[in-house]
Structures are given as structure tokens and as C-alpha cells.
């Protein structure tokens, strides 16, 4: 029955209220489709962003995924693997809807086959890394902080390396890809233009962040425990040591009373001892020193290879080329507590990035010597004494008997930085060591140096190429493009040119000693020179198998000296050829520091 009264019939309730002119209908069902919409559009997303997903095309699935499997991402201790997402999709939404449209063009190249076969992945795979590195670089390698953060990276569960170079990263604007590349698919670094490179990883200073004092508190507490560790290290190897020495003497001490006993006509049955040297042996140089009383500085020695002054400057070859040559960092920064690791892999035959730096091996050479230096001066003279153990004899399978130089068991050489250098400081005698000496990848060879006439007759080269300083060359090929050869040893300036380098000081002052006690004093400028510095030297091995060298020279010296004066801190090397070796085949300590009465040097020389 109809109303009488004439009104309109009451609406529901649904339709009477409004909000924003909207019935409220209206407006619950939008949402619970947006609900909808949303919960289907992110479900979506987050399906796109699984390995599944990702590895469901043959491309995917065929190339890069193989790579991965195995890498740190991928199995780790801590058990949990990175996806393809975690490395190449932003986790904020903004972000990560910008990847998702740009991805789309991904799909395209899909359709059209532009990386369906092997051979065109191949063809496209430098520009695809690229794309990656350019945009982690851009946004501070933001996937890489999802899982790792500076602030949380404590330098006491890190190698030496990283924590050094984690730090360096830090205060100068260094972000992840700039190192990390190639640790979950090929590395393309050393396929990529070298100034591509280096503008790409040049530091941001928009990325520079503060060191947490958690960092720098964890930093202290490693230093302080290494430190312990390795006066621990030393006081054994000093017990150990002295043992040995009492056990010498005792033997000594024996076969005097059994001299002195026939002498006396009286024999005993005491046993026969060694040989009057050995580690305490006295001798003619230095014989005013009072050894005993001068602290000793241990020194590890390791064996480099065929790394080359060119090898360590290159970033394809060596990971801290960028350090080095941009940052200014030492070579001892990197790597002075990893020798024992680094001369080990060496030596077997391996240690390069993308090829070997020890082409010819020594079966059962050592890739270490431990060596103790102690050095002293007067008014006159600068005097030291290196000590290290034999190790017998391994033979090298490449040279006829075994011995590449048999003639001299044993070589000491001590190089003095001088003035000018480029790096010299840095990296100490590396700076003569070339890609071209005799021994090493480019070696030229008899015939070529030959052929070369005048520049043979300047370097007075024969059949080999000596150590040689960049600074006495016109132009160094540090990057073998167009299959260049590394190095310059036919690139040498003219004598007037050589000589104010001379002049300057701008060379490496060079000492050198043989098993039989004889020396040479000179210096390493465009070749190596012998001049008639003067310089006193012995050497012997002791009964106790250990090697005792002592050497001296005058404070000032001569020509192609480096004048030594009091509180100046210099880089110095020292280099072992142990077992009959010659030319590259030694071992060499780090760029090392040394001073007269500076204790803030790692050697401090005393006066006496």
C-alpha cells in the first residue's frame, strides 16, 4: 500500500550517506577492489622476483645461472643464499617500480632473440655488465647494503685487506662495485677500457661516510691481538734460536778442550763440533759493533714471480692496482700480514688474477725466508747484518744441474730509494722490477737486444735486460694495448738526460753481496750500474745452518749513493737469492722503512 502523506520512499542506508560526494557503496568498493588490485599487482611482483622466475627463460637459466651456482651468493657458512633479486632489484617500491619498467625492455630482447644463442650473449655481455655496475655505482651499490654494511663489517672477523681497504673506502667515497665485481658471475673487468674504468670507480665524495667508533674500537682490538701474536711468534723463534746457539757452542766448547787436550797430550773423548761461524761468529766488518746489544728487526721475504712493476699497476691483473696508483697506498698496506699466503701460491705456480705468475716452478722451493736484520752506525759508516736460514737444495727442472747461478749460493741486495721516483716510496724496489728484465713475460731475447746496436751499447746489455727506473725512459707501456709489449727497456733518454737524473738523485741505490764475501756498491738508474763505491761485506753459513751477511758503506758514500742522515726516514728492500738462484727467481721483502735513531721507522739503526 502506497504512502498517503506524499513523501518519497525512504532510501537505504547505504545510499542516503555520501563522503566526499561519493555514496559510501561507492567507496567501500573501490577500496576492496584496490584491496584486490594491490594484493594481486604486488603478488605479481614479488613472483617476478624469484630464481624461479628469473632462470625460467633458457637464456637466463643456460648462461648466467650456471655461473652462479656454487659462487659465495650462492653457498655461504652463514647458509642463506642470495637470489637474482636480492643483487638486481631495488627492495624500497619506488625504486623497485622504476626497475620493473626499465625491465621491460628485457623483455623486448627476449621476443626478438637479441641474446637467445651463446654466442650473442657472449657478443652483448660486457654492455650488460656495464649497465649493472653504472647503476650500482649510481646509487651507492644500495643492493649491496640490503645484506652488508660498513658500519657492521667489524675489521676483526676481516682479512687484513678488506679491513684496510673497508676503511679506505670510507673516508674517501669508495662504493661495493667499485671492488666487488665478478664475485657471482664471469668477471668482464679486464675485458672493459681501462678509462672507462677508472672514471667508473673513481671515488664519490658524496659517498664518503664517517668511521663508526665501533669500527675504529674493533680496529684497535685485531691490531693489538696481532701484535701480541706476533711478539708470541718472536719469542720463540728467539728460544728456539738460542737453543740452537747453546747446542753450537756446547759442540764448539767440546772440540777446543779436545784440541787443547792432544795439544797437551792428554785426548779426550769429547765430540766433534761445527765450524767457527755461525749466527754469533765473529768478523772483520762491523767488528766494532756490539751486536748483542742491537735490537733485531724480522723481516718476511716472499717470492714474487713474474709481478712486475707494469702487473701491479694494472687493474685487470692486480685488484689493488687502484689503491696504489689513485689512492697512494703502499704495497705493504694491502698485503704486509699475507706474505707467507701470497709467496706460498706463488711459488707453486699461481697468483695471478687471470693467469699465472710463476710460469716455471721449483719443486719444493719455499715461498717465504724469515730473516732477522740488525743495523748500526757511527760517525763514519752505516752497518748491517741479515740472518736466515738454509734450506737446502731444490733444483730448478728448467736449467742444466740445477743451479742458475753455481757460482754463488747465496746474493743480499739492498736498494735505497732515492728522490723523484714515481711510486718509489710506495713500493720501494718494485719500481725497478719490469715486465722486460731478463726472465720475466716480455723479455726481449739475445737476438732483439742485439739487433737494437746503440741502445745495446748504452745499457750495456748483452743477452739480458737489468732492473731499470721508469724515470730513465721516454715512455713505459703499462697496458699491452694492441698486444703491446709491457715495459720500455728500448725507450732509454739520451746520456745528458740519464745523467742530471743522476745527478738529481733520482735512482735506487743498490748494494749487493756474494757467498764468498765479495760486494758491489752502485745503483739502478737506466740499467744496472756497478761503480767503485766503496763497501766492506763477508759472509758465511754456519754450523747451525744459518746464513749470516754483514755489510757495510760510508753514511754519505759516493756517486749513486744515497747520503744517509740522521732522523730522515727512507724506503729501502732487501732481496734473498737463496739455492744458486739468479734474476727474478728470489725472495724480496715490502716497501720497508728504515731511519738513523727514528723509531718510527720498522728499522731503527743505532748509533754505537
Known amino acids: ?128 655488465a656495464m649497465n649493472e655496475w653504472e647503476r650500482m655505482k649510481n646509487s651507492d651499490s644500495r643492493e649491496c647494503r640490503n645484506c652488508h654494511n ?51 670507480e673513481a671515488p664519490n665524495p658524496k659517498f664518503i661516510r664517517e668511521v663508526p667508533q665501533a669500527y675504529l674500537e674493533s680496529l684497535a682490538r685485531i691490531e693489538a691481538q696481532e701484535a701480541e701474536e706476533d711478539a708470541a711468534r718472536k719469542a720463540e723463534s ?5 737453543r740452537v746457539m747453546a747446542a753450537v757452542e756446547a759442540a764448539r766448547t767440546d772440540e777446543r778442550a779436545k784440541v787443547e787436550a792432544e795439544m797437551a797430550g792428554t785426548a779426550t773423548d769429547a765430540p766433534a763440533g761445527g765450524d767457527a ?18 735490537a733485531s728487526t724480522d723481516m718476511t721475504l716472499f717470492y714474487p714471480g713474474q709481478a712486475s712493476f707494469e702487473w701491479v699497476q694494472n687493474g685487470k691483473t692486480h685488484g689493488g692496482a687502484r689503491p696504489l696508483t689513485k689512492g697512494g697506498d703502499a704495497c705493504s698496506t694491502c698485503h704486509a700480514k699475507e706474505l707467507e699466503a701470497i709467496g706460498d701460491k706463488i711459488v707453486a705456480g699461481g697468483g695471478g688474477k687471470n693467469d699465472e705468475l710463476e710460469p716455471t716452478p721449483i719443486p719444493g722451493k719455499r715461498g717465504t725466508i724469515a730473516a732477522s736484520l740488525k743495523a748500526a752506525y757511527d760517525d763514519e759508516n752505516v752497518y748491517f747484518r741479515l740472518q736466515w736460514m738454509d734450506a737446502g737444495h731444490t733444483p730448478a727442472p728448467f736449467v742444466d744441474g740445477g743451479k742458475m747461478d753455481p757460482d754463488n749460493q747465496i746474493k743480499v741486495g739492498m736498494m735505497i730509494t732515492g728522490t723523484g721516483i714515481e711510486m718509489g716510496e710506495q713500493v720501494g724496489c718494485w719500481a725497478t722490477c719490469h715486465a722486460d728484465n731478463t726472465y720475466m713475460p716480455f723479455d726481449p731475447g739475445a737476438d732483439a737486444i742485439a739487433a737494437s746496436g746503440d741502445i745495446a751499447t748504452q745499457l750495456q746489455a748483452d743477452k739480458t735486460i737489468t732492473k731499470y727506473l721508469a724515470e730513465s725512459r721516454t715512455d713505459i707501456e703499462l697496458k699491452g694495448r694492441g698486444d703491446k709489449p709491457l715495459g720500455g727497456w728500448d725507450k732509454v733518454k739520451d ?51 744459518t746464513w749470516t751477511v754483514t755489510f757495510s758503506r760510508p753514511l754519505a758514500g759516493g756517486e749513486g749513493d744515497v747520503a744517509l742522515e740522521a732522523g730522515k726516514i727512507y724506503t729501502v728492500g732487501f732481496a734473498i737469492h737463496d739455492d744458486f738462484t739468479a734474476a727474478r727467481f728470489h725472495h724480496v721483502t715490502l716497501n720497508t722503512s728504515l731511519a738513523l735513531d727514528n723509531a718510527e721507522a720498522a728499522i731503527n739503526v743505532v748509533k754505537q
Open 495 to 545: 746520456q745528458a738526460e740519464i745523467d742530471q737524473l743522476l745527478a738529481d738523485g733520482t735512482f735506487m741505490d743498490l748494494m749487493r753481496v756474494y757467498a764468498d764475501g765479495t760486494a758491489e756498491n752502485g745503483y739502478l738508474l737506466q740499467n744496472r750500474t756497478v761503480n767503485e763505491g766503496e763497501m766492506a761485506a763477508e759472509a758465511n753459513l754456519g754450523a747451525d745452518g
Open 277 to 294: 761461524g755461525g749466527a754469533s761468529a765473529g768478523g772483520t766488518v762491523g767488528a766494532n759493533v756490539d751486536w748483542d746489544a742491537v
Open 150 to 200: 660498513f658500519q657492521s663489517m667489524m675489521p676483526e672477523f676481516q682479512a687484513p685487506r678488506a679491513r684496510q681497504q673497508h676503511l679506505n673506502a670510507m673516508e674517501t667515497g669508495q662504493t661495493c662495485i667499485d671492488c666487488h665485481k665478478g664475485i657471482a658471475h664471469s668477471d668482464l673487468r679486464d675485458r672493459a677500457d681501462e678509462e672507462y674504468l677508472e672514471a667508473l
Open 1 to 128: 500500500m502506497s504512502q498517503t502523506n506524499g513523501s518519497d520512499p525512504k532510501k537505504p542506508i547505504w545510499r542516503r550517506y555520501f563522503l566526499w560526494g561519493m555514496p559510501l557503496a561507492g567507496i567501500a568498493g573501490v577500496f576492496v577492489a584496490g584491496i584486490i588490485f594491490w594484493g594481486g599487482f604486488n603478488t605479481a611482483m614479488e613472483a617476478t622476483n624469484t630464481k624461479d622466475f628469473c632462470i625460467s627463460c633458457h637464456e637466463m637459466e643456460d648462461f648466467v645461472y650456471q655461473e652462479y651456482k656454487g659462487t659465495i651468493h650462492d653457498v655461504n657458512r652463514s647458509g642463506v643464499g642470495a637470489v637474482c633479486s636480492d643483487c638486481h632489484v631495488p627492495k624500497d617500491w619506488t625504486h623497485k617500480m622504476i626497475r620493473k619498467v626499465k625491465a621491460s625492455k628485457e623483455l623486448w630482447g627476449k621476443l626478438v632473440g637479441t641474446i637467445n644463442t651463446e654466442e650473442k650473449f657472449e657478443a652483448k655481455r660486457l654492455h650488460l
Open 238 to 242: 728467539d728460544a728456539a734460536q738460542a
